[in-house]
């Protein structure tokens, strides 16, 4: 890949919904040719996708995320089903490291369905598939949560590796100020009204945003020459804006040796949890990676190269009284977009009951 191509991608990371032209602007190179670069980089799996993050408060929805240690592999597979059969997972993903062998999972639902949730883990308890559920912060804005994108000037693409001094970034503090990470904000939000139109249109730009307008038509199922449909549908999505934080683009990190991501939960100070969060708020850290608060210290995953793993571990190590280091596991990792059918048409909501939420996919399972 050369250095404009791989320009290119890091791009679309900064900006994943700008138009070709202004990506082939950015790198200095020709629209037709960033057109061709960025459909082979797609149709090659360089990046599988570009994905609208949605504000699940604004939506009347809440995010939960558990770290679940199953008891076997053949548990861990049940889970994963489940995970595939409930209708408001976001994400599912392995996990091991130390005595911690089970997966992580991100629900997004209706508040009140909370309970049920709760209830399907107590059934996989007492069928002995799983051990324990820990919940961790959500990794949303409202939590003060933090993203970092994995920066072009630290790879080299010329030797494939990596170049950051870990102990240089993290003594400099010539542009880090303290962030003052409050664990949880609890202004309330109004929702935003939805209709049935809306819910598909949502799910259609949370599995792949970048596609022209009349690609969403033709997956909507409209005509797109009927008279007013291509208007409708372009205001509907200037509208639909109000509810979407920001856009991801997938990248596959095995072209950039990295193969997981490395979870580190940790105990640490406040000021060393708020040190970390500006460290990170600075842009300077070259590595894709995410950091929450907890109450007693912080969960940071990030997607580092075997090589850099050592560094990693040795800055955990100092600045924190014990960690936990688990890893992601990449390979065995799924996304989901929102469902459609989740929103109930008849009372423009979204469904919430038992045999929907909580009976359904157990029943599946035969665990009911």
Request: one cysteine or more; glycine letters at 4%.
């Given at each position: ?16 919904m ?23 980089l ?6 599988v ?16 995320d ?11 597979l ?28 991100q ?9 049920f ?6 059934v996989?308890?007492?069928k ?20 970092t ?22 003594k ?33 730009i949370?599995?792949?945003a ?17 008279v ?35 979870m ?15 460290k ?10 995410s950091?929450?608060k907890?109450?007693n ?7 580092l ?12 190590w100092?600045?924190?009284?014990d960690?936990?280091?688990?890893t ?8 989901y ?32």
């Amino acid at each position: 890949m050369n250095r404009q191509k791989l320009a290119l991608l890091f791009k679309l990371q900064e900006m994943p919904m700008a138009p070709d032209v202004k990506l082939a602007e950015a790198v200095g190179v020709s629209p037709p040719t960033a057109k061709v670069w960025l459909e082979g980089l797609k149709s090659e799996q360089v990046y599988v996708g570009v994905q609208a993050n949605l504000n699940a408060r604004k939506l009347g929805l809440q995010v939960y995320d558990y770290l679940v240690e199953t008891s076997s592999h053949d548990s861990l597979l049940a889970i994963e089903r489940f995970c595939d059969l409930h209708p408001y997972t976001i994400y599912r993903a392995r996990v091991y490291g130390g005595g911690t062998h089970g997966i992580l999972v991100q629900f997004r639902q209706p508040p009140e369905s909370h309970r049920f949730l709760q209830r399907a883990f107590g059934v996989f308890q007492d069928k002995n598939l799983i051990k324990s559920v820990r919940e961790l912060p959500t990794l949303l804005p409202d939590y003060c949560s933090i993203y970092t994108r994995p920066r072009l000037e630290a790879w080299e693409p010329e030797t494939l590796t990596w170049k950051f001094d870990w102990e240089q970034w993290w003594k400099d503090n010539s542009s880090t100020t303290q962030s003052h990470v409050e664990v949880k904000r609890t202004e309330p939000v109004e929702t935003f009204q939805l209709d049935a139109l809306d819910a598909k249109i949502l799910e259609i730009i949370t599995r792949d945003a970048r596609q022209k307008n009349i690609q969403i038509i033709e997956k909507l199922g409209l005509d797109k020459n009927a008279v007013g449909v291509q208007q409708m549908v372009s205001k509907r999505l200037k509208r639909l804006q109000e509810v979407v934080d920001s856009y991801s683009v997938f990248v596959n990190w095995t072209h950039f040796d990295v193969y997981n991501t490395s979870m580190v939960v940790a105990h640490a100070s406040p000021d060393v949890t708020e040190h970390l969060h500006a460290k990170l708020s600075n842009g300077q850290f070259p590595f894709g990676s995410s950091m929450r608060k907890t109450p007693n210290g912080f969960v940071w995953s990030t997607r580092l190269p075997s090589a850099h793993l050592s560094e990693l571990i040795t800055l955990v190590w100092k600045i924190s009284s014990d960690f936990e280091m688990l890893t992601i596991d990449y390979k065995h990792s799924q996304r989901y977009g929102l469902w459609a059918e989740t929103f109930n048409e008849k009372t423009g909501s979204w469904k919430s009951d038992e045999e929907f939420i909580l009976t359904n996919p157990l029943k599946k399972l035969k665990l009911l």
